[in-house]
């Protein structure tokens, strides 16, 4: 971070491989190094959901990444390499107790600042038939604001949105595969959650096909008052925008929502 609180980000909307790590972690790779070329430098680099297998669920075993496996090594020494943040986007993870959607934050030392599962699977790609739900939310330390992250179909839950803005967010990471023909619900969610929160909305979807479903990318860089700093389209790239780390308690101070909530009249937080 530079002293104006100033953060560059920069979103790898990559084409994943069905079923192939070694060639997903390989573009990962170049994309990664290709993202640390630009001026200005990334001080976070964020991966899509699932970039290791994409959607093969009915071919996880075997596939998946192991816990603590080599991949989580490899995102470690990548941040620590390039003195970054590394929103690793989502990896298919197998443990003891099955599959997981998790995704993993490396702070540019090395060491892990977040582990989260994703908590809405969805259903329409029959996610819940072959992957276990995750129980926590994710908060974590990003230089000297905090940060959340969450996965693709959590958009669709404003409820998760508000928790995590209320539990200190300014900036809210969401990798994922978001596929045709679901852009309008894409983009509107997205705006909607920056701005009904006043906080940034850091989105990366992929690019290309599976045997299934088409990803239309448009990575999106929102601010807290709703301005898109930066969209992709529909081809491979990086997608990048710097943020101001005091806008979102500047546009909360503008129109204080959450000083006006009314939480005792809302029936979902009354149970
Ligand atoms: O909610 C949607 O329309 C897309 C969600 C999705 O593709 C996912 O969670 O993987």
């Given at each position: 971070m530079n002293k104006t609180r100033q953060l560059h980000i920069a979103l790898i909307q990559m084409d994943i491989e069905l079923a192939n790590p070694t060639v997903n972690q390989q573009r990962a790779e170049q994309w990664i190094t290709q993202a640390m070329s630009a001026a200005p430098r990334p001080d976070v680099i964020v991966l899509p959901e699932m970039w290791n297998t994409g959607y093969a669920l009915d071919r996880l075993e075997g596939l998946a990444e192991r816990e603590n496996g080599k991949l989580t090594a490899w995102m470690s020494q990548i941040a620590k390499q390039h003195q970054i943040v590394l929103v690793g986007g989502s990896i298919s993870e197998q443990r003891e107790s099955g599959f997981y959607n998790t995704l993993y934050v490396y702070g540019a030392d090395g060491e892990r600042t977040a582990k989260y599962d994703k908590i809405h699977l969805f259903k329409l790609m029959n996610e819940e038939k072959f992957m276990q739900p995750g129980e926590e939310k994710a908060l974590f330390p990003l230089h000297d604001v905090t940060a959340a992250a969450s996965i693709c179909y959590d958009l669709r839950f404003p409820e998760l949105a508000r928790s995590l803005a209320l539990a200190g967010a300014q900036i809210w990471f969401v990798p994922a595969e978001w596929p045709h023909p679901r852009m309008h619900h894409w983009r509107t969610l997205l705006t909607a959650r920056a701005i009904e929160n006043q906080m940034y909305v850091v989105a990366c979807n992929r690019v290309g096909r599976d045997e299934k479903s088409e990803f239309f990318g448009h990575s999106m860089i929102i601010d807290?008052?709703?301005?898109?700093l930066a969209e992709g389209d529909e081809v491979e790239g990086i997608i990048s925008a710097t943020i101001d780390l005091d806008l979102a308690d500047e546009v909360r101070g503008r129109i204080p929502v959450f000083a006006d909530r009314r939480p005792e009249l809302y029936i979902h937080e009354q149970k």
């Open positions: 807290p008052w709703g301005e898109v």
